[in-house]
């Protein structure tokens, strides 16, 4: 069941070239459909998920090196899953009319993204990791704007280096292992003895932490996400960004527990790291979708941040379990409403063909609902109680500061700063753009169509749920964060 | 290991040699319009091979003639070669139908790929000679095939190249002849280490001129820029085949004082490097497609280098070689099918042939090593074997080229995909054809390596 997941929206974008020439509606009904019916199936696997690794799927690939078709899912990869496929649909909601060529390479893209998420084997979620770099690449070259070809290369560029550096990372652990096996759950069973760990989690931190991306490799981001179209960049931030975080709790922390928990402070200090630069940097942009940009970085230094503090020491297991769990949440609430806003940023450019906040003014008065729904983002970003960004960043505070001695208050200090200035800036941003006197492109600013809508709100309406009712997350996510901190405790 | 001396167990390169020879009878007898039959007897010889070689492949390993070994560096070597081979004789039918000289062509092909087969199955150091002279002087031919200036040209540093690392080789042997007192790779290394380690350099640089590896790679973008398209794709894969084949042997039998292995490290690190540095600036995609199979040779050399070292060094050679070769061919059928030579010559060209210029993206994505084409696994056993050896700082730099790599690659791929440009051309759809089919083979070999590496 869950290959047919992974692959059912591969299947559908060849589907699309069975057709000789078809119209925008067929590309659109079929990616849609698509979508629908993985996003149906993934929350049917939710619903019988009964703990552990469930549905589990283990082929010979290639047996030499002992590398497998191995999937399954757990807790941390299943609320990644069903953010994966219900991002996808938004976004094929949201792109109607596209070519073909774009429906059938974000189809390809959401079998890619899945895939990551779903793989118990290194080698695996390298061929996904690599892939959805190759095709983000060919959506911001291929349906960019501006300096597009640019942005694109050094996206492909940058990220390719990581993902190098993160397979040579894997070859040590293959190395280290013994009998040499590439398959995640052995590995995590027994961590491999590897000769110089330390210099495997660089590799492997390294070249998550492009990815993910953190200060000092995050420059890659701003450009890829101005230029990118508003689904691709959805996509990138909502879902492409998490690979990072949930390669950091997947791979290095069970396997390289010892080495882990003695560079915990390095992780703990880089995220640190991300909170404050990503915050400062996004109050000083003048372009929407750059100061968007900028606060993944910020959030996904909560998730990286909280991840470092479950290393730190062994003794206060709770407020680790903790932390892990806000990170894995906070990946989950990012993705929802982040989508949401570049989607809603989407739309700016897509009337006006502007992201600068001056050219803006006074929205909310000829587009009610697009103001409403920018503001609720605009909430649940800088994380405000009873949205799902509260329920992440206060875990994520109480599992850093109670995770012993001073590093860690003085870490969850910092970062509670970080909340204070993206505070800040949506409020400012949000007044410069939907509230004043009315701005040179304020006028051609139309309100949501009911496509647009259709994609938007179901993404921040989930927020809200998570917000209020967590547990039906929470309890898929605390097990799975247990386990992991019982394995880097080791 | 089983000697014996019969013949039949060289049935591969027996075929390949009749089907040289019957050729050139036919082809003296053949009308001009009817040249095409030496093209298809030919391609039924190399067929044949093909099929020998497989059947060989399943006995295990011997020695024939005391100078032959039969082991699976061999089958690889003789699969590859001759597929690669079939893949140009049929590439080449439609370009060349009704040319003068056309069955000079298939003849001149065929021995070459002899060459390289017994360049790759020897493991002697005489035979290794004759195979490099059957392989080097039909492709110094090829090169010049058309006649013009740009051929001729190439064809002169080809030869000119060839002879001199040529000498330098013949010289290298005869100081291990007189050092170890016999030619077979069993004996390499012994004797007086200082005349060891000359005459291993020199045999060396003949090995390093045929796989087009810094400093004997001087010759690869000419050649693969001033030949015809067809020869092009012929002589930047099929003789380094035998080469690889070659120089993984004499790493594995060389037991002499010195550090050969620290020396074919710094080597591929230059190669891999420089070739990469010097793709960085060309408009033509052929002189482009010359650099990286420099750059490409380099991470070849990377598991030769830590050939005993690691069990991951043979598989890694052996796959890479046939990854390498199916994907270089594929973007050389690409060049042929579109019949254009500059990087702007392609503008558009993804409107026109949506399929060809995917089938591109895949060999070039693959040549850079993306998943999940058959480079990329390559890469992996070669990264693995690296590592492995005790050499991650060569894995470092291979990793690091590679990215750099990216640039040049996608300079290709980006004007296919621009909007707005008609491309206007004739499409040779046999060559598009064997360009898609190359694309594809790349990715059920990359995909399928558990059962390719099992073979």
């Known amino acids: 069941m869950l290959s047919l997941v992974i692959f059912l929206p591969v299947v559908a974008a060849l589907g699309l070239y069975a057709f000789p020439r078809p119209g925008p509606r067929v590309v659109s009904g079929l990616w849609i459909g698509a979508a629908v019916v993985d996003l149906a199936l993934v929350v049917a696997m939710w619903v019988r998920y009964g703990g552990g690794i469930g549905y589990e799927t283990d082929l010979r690939w290639i047996p030499s090196v002992r590398a497998g078709y191995h999937v399954g899912v757990d807790g941390l990869s299943l609320p990644l899953l069903a953010l994966t496929a219900l991002l996808f649909l938004a976004c094929a909601v949201y792109s109607g009319g596209r070519s073909r060529a774009f429906a059938a390479l974000f189809l390809a893209l959401q079998t890619v993204c899945l895939g990551l998420f779903a793989a118990l084997d290194l080698l695996l979620f390298f061929v996904f990791f690599d892939l959805s770099i190759v095709g983000m690449y060919f959506v911001i070259a291929g349906w960019g704007h501006g300096d597009r070809l640019r942005a694109a290369l050094k996206f492909f560029l940058y990220t390719f280096l990581g993902s190098l550096v993160l397979l040579l990372g894997f070859i040590g652990l293959y190395l280290g292992a013994e009998p040499h096996t590439f398959d995640m759950v052995e590995l995590s069973r027994t961590p491999p003895q590897v000769a110089a760990p330390g210099l495997v989690l660089l590799a492997i931190g390294v070249g998550l932490a492009i990815k993910t991306p953190v200060v000092p490799f995050h420059t890659w981001l701003p450009p890829a996400h101005t230029n990118a179209p508003a689904a691709g960049s959805a996509i990138l931030a909502g879902i492409m960004l998490k690979m990072g975080v949930y390669g950091l709790a997947r791979i290095a922390m069970p396997m390289l527990p010892d080495a882990w928990r003695r560079y915990a402070w390095v992780i703990v200090v880089v995220g640190v790291l991300s909170v404050l630069y990503g915050a400062l940097v996004a109050l000083a942009q003048q372009d929407l979708k750059r100061l968007i940009a900028y606060t993944s970085v910020n959030h996904m230094g909560y998730a990286v941040l909280a991840l470092g503090a479950a290393g730190l020491g062994t003794a206060h297991v709770e407020a680790h379990r903790l932390a892990v769990t806000g990170a894995v949440t906070q990946m989950v609430s990012h993705g929802l409403i982040t989508g949401a806003l570049f989607l809603l940023t989407g739309v700016l450019y897509d009337r006006a063909r502007s992201y600068e906040l001056d050219s803006f003014g006074g929205v909310a008065g000829n587009a009610p609902l697009f103001a409403g729904l920018l503001a609720v983002g605009a909430f649940a970003s800088l994380g405000l109680p009873g949205l799902s960004g509260f329920i992440a960043e206060f875990q994520i505070f109480t599992g850093t500061i109670g995770s012993g001695g001073a590093g860690g208050v003085v870490a969850g200090a910092l970062a509670v700063v970080g909340i204070l200035i993206t505070a800040a800036l949506f409020l400012g941003a949000l007044r410069r753009v939907l509230l004043g006197a009315p701005g040179e492109l304020s006028g051609r600013v139309t309100d949501l169509t009911a496509r647009e809508a259709v994609a938007i709100v179901p993404l921040l309406g989930l927020s809200l749920v998570v917000g209020i009712v967590p547990r039906f997350l929470l309890d898929v996510i605390e097990p799975a964060a247990a386990l992991v901190v019982s394995l880097v405790a080791r | ?455």
């Open chain 2, 1 to 455: 290991m089983m000697m014996n001396e019969n013949p039949a167990d060289l049935l591969p390169e027996l075929c390949v040699l009749g089907g040289a020879v019957l050729g050139l009878l036919c082809g003296m007898f053949l009308p001009r319009a009817r040249q095409w039959i030496v093209g298809v007897l030919c391609a039924a010889a190399l067929v044949a091979g093909l099929v020998f070689a497989g059947l060989a492949a399943r006995r295990a390993d011997m020695t024939v003639f005391e100078s032959f070994v039969l082991d699976p560096v061999t089958h690889v070597t003789r699969g590859v070669v001759l597929a690669a081979t079939l893949f140009v004789v049929v590439l080449a039918m439609r370009p060349l139908r009704g040319d003068r000289r056309e069955t000079e062509f298939y003849v001149l092909v065929l021995l070459a790929a002899l060459g390289a087969v017994v360049m790759g199955m020897t493991s002697d150091l005489l035979v290794l000679v004759a195979g490099y002279l059957v392989a080097s002087i039909p492709a110094y031919a090829l090169a010049g095939f058309a006649k013009d200036a740009a051929g001729t040209e190439a064809a002169l540093k080809y030869y000119l190249m060839g002879a001199f690392f040529g000498i330098f080789m013949l010289a290298g042997i005869a100081l291990l002849y007189g050092a170890g007192r016999a030619t077979s790779y069993e004996a390499l290394g012994a004797g007086p280490g200082g005349v060891v380690a000359v005459g291993v350099v020199g045999l060396l640089a003949g090995l390093f001129f045929k796989a087009g590896v810094v400093p004997a790679h001087f010759w690869v973008p000419d050649v693969a820029q001033g030949a015809s398209r067809v020869v092009a794709a012929f002589v930047t894969t099929v003789p380094k085949v035998g080469a690889f084949a070659a120089l993984y042997r004499v790493a594995v039998g060389f037991g002499g004082g010195f550090d050969l292995s620290l020396l074919l490290a710094l080597v591929a690190a230059a190669t891999m490097t420089l070739g990469n540095l010097a793709a960085f600036g060309q408009d033509n995609v052929r002189r482009l497609l010359g650099y990286s199979t420099i750059s490409q040779a380099g991470y070849l050399l990377v598991p030769v280098a830590v050939a005993g070292r690691s069990g991951m060094a043979e598989p890694a050679v052996l796959y890479y070689l046939a990854a390498y070769a199916i994907t270089n061919v594929g973007a050389f059928a690409v060049v042929v099918a579109a019949g254009r030579d500059e990087v702007d010559g392609y503008r558009g060209f993804a409107r026109r042939s949506p399929l060809v210029a995917v089938a591109l993206v895949i060999c070039l994505l693959g040549l850079i090593g993306t998943p999940p084409t058959a480079v990329f696994v390559g890469k992996l056993l070669m990264f693995g074997a690296a590592v492995d050896g005790g050499y991650g700082w060569l894995a470092v730099v291979a990793a690091v080229n590679s990215v750099a790599s990216v640039f040049y690659y996608l300079r290709w791929v980006v004007p296919m995909f621009a909007r707005g440009d008609e491309w206007a051309g004739a499409l040779d759809r046999r060559a598009a054809v064997l360009a898609v089919i190359a694309a594809v083979g790349s990715v059920v070999v990359g995909v399928g390596s558990g059962v390719v590496l099992a073979l």
